[in-house]
């Protein structure tokens, strides 16, 4: 079992949590994930290491609540026990040895790119970063990216904070200004964002990475259901990612993929929805 030791309302979406899993932080590193479950029988979900202290044995996970699984997540209180936590699974990234570094991160996108930007900034790297968000009160961590970031830029859709728009129109003047080269681009966020972001970066041939959070089971390589589509070639995003070249990842396969269980998905949400309005068991 592993305890909730804190618990932090991000947004009116967003919930931060701390949680008390000592072996998983002392190898944990920026870039790997972690697969919970609340209880025991319950739903497998991967979750980016936000953060990790070895010194607290702690994992700090970042989500949103979307579907059955993390509103069920975001129901628990501190003290609170998950009966699952396994980690930290995936690769961890690559950090480039110097120059400068464009981050950009989308909505809940900003939770697994916040410790990819923090390990580049901690290795003495140019870190520019772009944060977007649809509303002003969804923008999580601003703080927290600030602190390890050369250059924030914010934007949101509805323009109530920072520039009105796109992360993407932020990256453009980034991209097209001759003076200052860029050595590496990451994005993180949702789906269309990193689709638009890859096609964005191609013409200008600027190395981009992404981070990819494809329906996962296992997240050990055995069961296939996060496969991925890289360079023609078949790759498990649990094992061989999940972090990709964002020119290489055929994203029309995977927008296709991520699609396979939403009418379940609903159907799950609703059934846990009218079971906590009618105070049964979730
Ligand atoms: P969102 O839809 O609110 O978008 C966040 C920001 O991304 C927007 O404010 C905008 O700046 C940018 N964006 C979105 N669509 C864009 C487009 N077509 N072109 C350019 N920029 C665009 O995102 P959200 O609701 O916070 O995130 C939910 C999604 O994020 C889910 O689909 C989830 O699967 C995904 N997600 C991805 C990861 C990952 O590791 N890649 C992690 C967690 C969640
Ligand atoms: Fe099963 Fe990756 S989650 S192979």
């Not at 480039?96 to 930007?117: D, E, L, M, Q, T």
């Not at 999580?140 to 050369?150: G, K, Q, T």
């Not at 109530?160 to 991209?175: A, C, E, N, R, W």
């Not at 013409?203 to 996060?226: A, R």
Request: glycine share 10%; charged share 25%.
């Amino acid at each position: 079992m592993f305890k909730i030791v804190t618990k932090r309302v991000l947004s009116a979406v967003n919930k931060l949590m701390e949680i008390e899993a000592p072996l998983v932080a002392r190898k944990a590193r920026p870039g790997q994930f972690i697969i919970l479950r609340v209880r025991e029988n319950g739903e497998r979900i991967p979750l980016t290491v936000a953060d990790s202290s070895k010194e607290r044995g702690t994992i700090t996970i970042i989500f949103q609540e979307i579907g059955k699984t993390t509103k069920e997540l975001g129901s628990l209180q501190e003290g609170d026990y998950l009966s699952d936590f396994v980690g930290p699974l995936g690769r961890p990234m690559e950090l480039p040895s110097s120059g400068r570094v464009v981050a950009v991160g989308g909505g809940v996108g900003i939770a697994p790119i916040y410790p990819k930007v923090k390990a580049f900034y901690d290795a003495g790297l140019e870190v520019i970063s772009i944060i977007g968000a649809r509303t002003a009160d969804l923008l999580i961590l601003e703080d927290e990216m600030r602190a390890v970031s050369s250059e924030l830029h914010i934007c949101t859709d509805d323009g109530t904070k920072g520039h009105h728009g796109f992360v993407s129109d932020l990256l453009q003047p980034l991209l097209d200004d001759t003076s200052k080269k860029i050595d590496e681009i990451i994005a993180v966020g949702p789906l269309p964002m990193m689709r638009v972001v890859a096609e964005q970066t191609r013409p200008y041939g600027v190395k981009t990475l992404v981070s990819l959070n494809p329906i996962m089971v296992d997240g050990t390589g055995m069961c296939g259901c996060c496969r991925v589509t890289v360079g023609g070639e078949t790759k498990f995003s649990c094992v061989d990612g999940p972090v990709f070249d964002a020119h290489q990842v055929d994203f029309a396969e995977l927008t296709r993929r991520s699609r396979t269980y939403l009418d379940k998905e609903k159907i799950a949400l609703e059934k846990f929805e009218h079971e906590c309005r009618c105070g049964g068991e979730k």
